[in-house]
């Protein structure tokens, strides 16, 4: 099964402050040279998870322009260009490229 | 609008049977591919199982720590999705979480409230 490595676990951020969650594979996520089978989840708190970013950098319907996905190979970062309340909640990335799935350990991101 | 409805949690002894339901509406549940995901009581998420659609041979994987005690299936015509847990372990207790399949590489994601199964003696 591929491991999935997210850093760091908890995040305090000032609300209008950047911030960056890393998520690493223990291989590769590339498919057909093309595409990187990655997936960034949040569940907020008491809430089911929503996607927010899949194939490495696409934004679902409905996700604000601050939040951004990136990377290649086995190393992915989501990236929040300005952090808001509403952002609070456990993040996850999911590798899509073999069954088993399988979620990083989740980062907490907090408002100071 | 799009919505499930997970149902069928409760408390149960280990070795016992429970058997999860979700209530598919506002799609075209016939074609979807769908999954369980799980999670611990302050733990993070877990993939279950996945069905596809019958069109595309409506076969079903699973995690390994379920496989061999769950059975995931579905009832198109009662736009219905299933898990049957056989065999249940205290480290199977969590919230179960119907949704869209994850990780499909599309930008249709949609999920249960989830429903809570707690396996203790």
């Known amino acids: ?112 | 609008e799009v919505q499930l409805v997970d149902t069928g949690g409760g408390v149960v002894k280990p070795g016992a049977s429970l058997r999860l339901s979700c209530a598919a509406s506002g799609f075209t549940f016939n074609t979807a591919w769908m999954s369980w995901v799980r999670q611990a009581p302050g733990k993070g998420l877990e993939w279950v199982a996945r069905i596809k659609s019958n069109n595309d041979g409506g076969t079903a994987d699973y995690a390994p720590p379920v496989r061999g005690r769950f059975t995931i299936s579905r009832d198109d015509s009662e736009n219905m999705l299933f898990l049957q847990m056989n065999s249940l372990k205290t480290e199977d207790t969590g919230v179960y979480y119907c949704s869209t399949d994850v990780g499909n590489s599309v930008d249709f994601d949609h999920w249960g409230p989830g429903t809570l199964v707690t396996v203790s003696s």
């Not at chain 1, 291989?27 to 089911?48: A, I, R, V």
């Open chain 1, 1 to 112: 099964d591929i491991v999935m490595i997210q850093a760091p676990l908890s995040l305090p951020v000032t609300p209008g402050e950047p911030a960056s969650i890393s998520c690493r594979s223990s291989q590769s996520l590339l498919q057909n040279k093309k595409y990187y089978f990655l997936d960034w989840y949040l569940q907020k708190p008491g809430k089911s998870p929503q996607l927010l970013i899949y194939l490495g950098s696409r934004r679902a319907t409905g996700v604000p322009d601050r939040f951004s996905g990136s990377g290649s190979g086995t190393d992915f970062t989501l990236r929040i260009s300005r952090v808001e309340a509403e952002d609070v909640g456990v993040y996850y990335c999911m590798q899509a490229l073999q069954i088993p799935r399988t979620f990083g350990q989740g980062t907490k991101l907090e408002i100071k």
